[in-house]
């Protein structure tokens, strides 16, 4: 069974460093074309692809965020992180990590995390 | 970058069919997937690659793609497919999501 789980702060402050963990299992990010997403999705809004981590470290970002943001992997540990700098009040969002195997769309999502980000 | 677009709120009445459209320039030629998100939950994947479900899916649920339009169909439409609906499409090493869809039952 493939579950995925987000966790992280639930408030962070303008300027400050936003870092998220992705704690999943029922796979491993060391099989070859498994893949682990972060997307995000403002209240209301519409949902936003942030960034890609894959089983042999390739990694792919948005390009409008990727200047602000790193995704990595600790296979040992079944988690992907990934931070974003100098958040912004327009961050606020709920953040997801979803897994895709190969394929490019995602089959397992995690419950999402909402991120406030206010002073 | 490439940009999907959806119809902001698509109304169905109980039982009937609705037609969900996600246009994109030249989407034919990739690979469109769909996702329900019902309130407070996240999204499913309802169809993947233009018109294959995953197991769980209801059969009521199909897609197609036609020029430049990808169309997801709900058939007898329940109360319970009231939701969000979008389109994803991988463009230029990056995912794309379309604009989302408010599906409303009647």
């Known amino acids: 069974q493939v579950t995925l789980k987000e966790s992280g702060p639930a408030l962070v402050k303008p300027t400050q460093t936003l870092t998220l963990t992705c704690t999943f299992s029922g796979f491993s990010l060391s099989t070859s074309t498994m893949r682990v997403s972060w997307i995000r999705q403002p209240p209301g809004k519409a949902l936003e692809w942030l960034a890609r981590?894959?089983?042999?470290?390739?990694?792919f970002y948005s390009t409008s965020l990727r200047t602000s943001l790193t995704i990595s992997k600790d296979t040992s540990k079944n988690q992907v992180v990934l931070t974003m700098t100098n958040m912004d009040p327009v961050d606020t969002a709920t953040y997801y990590c979803a897994r895709s195997s190969g394929y490019d769309y995602f089959d397992y999502w995690g419950q999402g995390t909402l991120v406030t980000v206010s002073s | 970058s490439y940009e999907l677009t959806q119809p902001l709120s698509v109304s169905v009445a109980l039982g009937q069919t609705a037609r969900i459209t996600c246009g994109g320039n030249?989407?034919?030629?990739?690979?469109v997937h769909w996702y329900q998100q019902k309130p407070g939950q996240a999204p499913v994947l309802v169809i993947y690659r233009d018109s294959n479900r995953p197991s769980g899916i209801p059969e009521r649920f199909s897609g197609s793609i036609s020029g430049n339009t990808a169309t997801l169909t709900i058939s007898r439409a329940q109360a319970g497919d009231e939701a969000d609906y979008y389109c994803q499409v991988w463009d230029s090493s990056t995912y794309v999501f379309g604009t989302g869809t408010k599906v409303t039952v009647l």
């Open positions: 030249n989407i034919g030629s990739k690979n």
């Open positions: 981590i894959d089983w042999d470290d390739d990694k």
